[in-house]
């Protein structure tokens, strides 16, 4: 039999009812005569002292732990779901801008268009002017 935690070769030891591990008295920090002194009850609901430390652990602060890890949780998730409310809005905000650019670029391209077309015929205006003039003066 190998002690489970210094792996030295134990005789006489003490058991835990947790991880089953056989233990040193000192390793698993009782007295021998501690120990003995104890029920069989006792005995079969004794825990080595990693297993105590665990069970404190899980029995009190980590459910505190928890607990406060879900209310953190619960408060990311609400300004969470604020910021989804928010983006939500700006989305619809933005396809609604997005709708009214659109519809001015278009009222914007065709006034642009009229405007080259007059320019065009401006031009040719112009040209034909400046041609008639050049004749008209030379
Ligand atoms: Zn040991
Ligand atoms: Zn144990």
Known sequence: MLCAKCNNAVTDFASCS???GNFHYGCAGVTE?????MGLEKKAAWRCMSCRTKSTETGGSAIAEVLKEIRNLR???NAMK???GNVQAD???TKTSMQELNTKWNKMESRFSGIEDRLL???TK???LTSI???YWN
């Open 33 to 37: 005569s501690g120990y003995r002194r």
């Open 82 to 84: 604020m910021d989804f």
């Open 126 to 128: 112009l040209s034909s």
């Open 18 to 20: 947790l991880c089953e």
């Open 75 to 77: 408060v990311d998730f």
């Open 121 to 123: 015929t401006a031009e």
């Open 91 to 93: 989305i619809r905000s």
């Open 133 to 135: 003039q050049k004749e």
